[in-house]
């Protein structure tokens, strides 16, 4: 993953600086897809065996990473999106710009969007435009990364969507795109040790330095009021359910020292497994004054790691945080 947002990085900073697609097509070697690429365009040296940046005479590139075991689109598009928030901080705030889609490609299930953001050369801003797209291919899938400027748009953006919408298993006849719809894109929550959708409303947070090394992420919600959730990660099975309570409940005290616990029980979550979930009631001083908060811990194993959200919100969204956060929680994997 380090790799892919350095490579972002590296074609946004040129971006800043400075025909018939089935023509070309590749074929990975390994057998997994096939994409027809502009013409002239070729793969780049790799450095993981998953990543392939594809790349023509200037700096926009084609960014793709295979996914093996993981067919949601949803999820697959959020890895793209992901890479390109990581890629610039200022990329962070970029929002979908016009209709998100969902289609089948050649069969396939399929996502596309274009987000915008605007990003800072000295005392002007540029804008910047992010196709992201993934295809579901049989049991594994496929997310797509290209930035680009609005001149490099303007020569480009028809040619990339052309060549994402011809992604394919091998052997597979390209049919074009079928069933295009409007789709609301739901907040993916991506980690290299575990992943969730969240729901709408969600915003990911830059995480500083001053966090604890256990939390991988940090959203606020639009439509909960107070909604702060931090995702925390304790990474193998050293610890048991109790210590992770333990630890969660110093969190929720750190923010909520008067926190007093309502509810603590296990909750199965919709995907049939079990959290261990707990409400407290308690206040915190804002801007002077004294206000009534609720926090929402939730905790469960995720392929043998530990997951532990927590929550705060206004006391009377109360609910509404803990509905938001077993249904995060239902859907990590």
């Known amino acids: ?33 096939v ?39 949803e999820l697959l598009l959020g890895k793209a999106v992901n890479t390109m928030r990581l890629s610039s901080p200022e990329l962070t705030d970029a929002k979908v710009q016009g209709d998100a889609k969902g289609m089948k490609t050649n069969g396939n299930e399929a996502y596309w969007a274009v987000y915008a953001g605007e ?31 609005e001149a490099s748009r303007t020569k480009l953006g028809d040619q990339l969507e052309k060549s994402f919408q011809s992604i394919r298993n091998v052997g597979q006849t390209a049919s074009g795109v079928t069933d295009v719809k409007v789709v609301t894109i739901t907040p993916v929550f991506i980690h290299d040790l575990m992943s969730a959708k969240l729901p709408p409303g969600w915003n990911a947070n830059t995480l500083g330095s001053d966090f604890q090394k256990e939390v991988i992420g940090w959203y606020m919600s639009d439509s909960i009021l107070g909604g702060n959730l931090l995702i925390f990660c304790y990474k193998g099975m050293s610890m048991n359910e109790n210590e992770i309570f333990d630890a969660a409940k110093v969190s929720v005290e750190s923010s909520m020292p008067n926190a007093k616990t309502v509810k603590n029980e296990k909750m199965e979550l919709t995907n049939g497994k079990e959290a261990l979930v707990t409400v407290y009631q308690g206040t915190r001083v804002a801007q002077g004054q004294e206000v009534s908060m609720t926090a929402v811990t ?18 009377d969204h109360g609910a509404l945080l803990e509905k938001d956060i077993l249904a995060i929680a239902g859907t990590a994997k």
């Open 1 to 33: 993953m380090r790799t892919v947002c350095m490579t972002v990085a590296l074609c946004v900073a040129g971006l800043l600086c400075g025909s018939a697609n089935a023509a070309n097509s590749y074929e990975d070697l390994g057998g997994r897809f």
């Open 119 to 149: 990003v800072s050369v000295g005392e002007i801003k540029v804008m910047l435009y992010c196709l992201a797209g993934a295809v579901s291919l049989d049991e594994d899938g496929v997310s797509v990364l290209s930035i680009l400027n």
């Open 35 to 73: 994409i027809d690429l502009p013409d002239g365009w070729q793969l780049q040296p790799q450095t993981e065996k998953d990543v392939y940046i594809f790349k023509g005479e200037g700096y926009e590139t084609i960014i793709l990473e295979y996914t093996e075991k993981e067919t949601d689109v």
């Open 298 to 315: 939730a905790i469960r194993n995720v392929d043998n790691n530990w997951m532990c959200l927590a929550g705060f919100a206004h006391s």
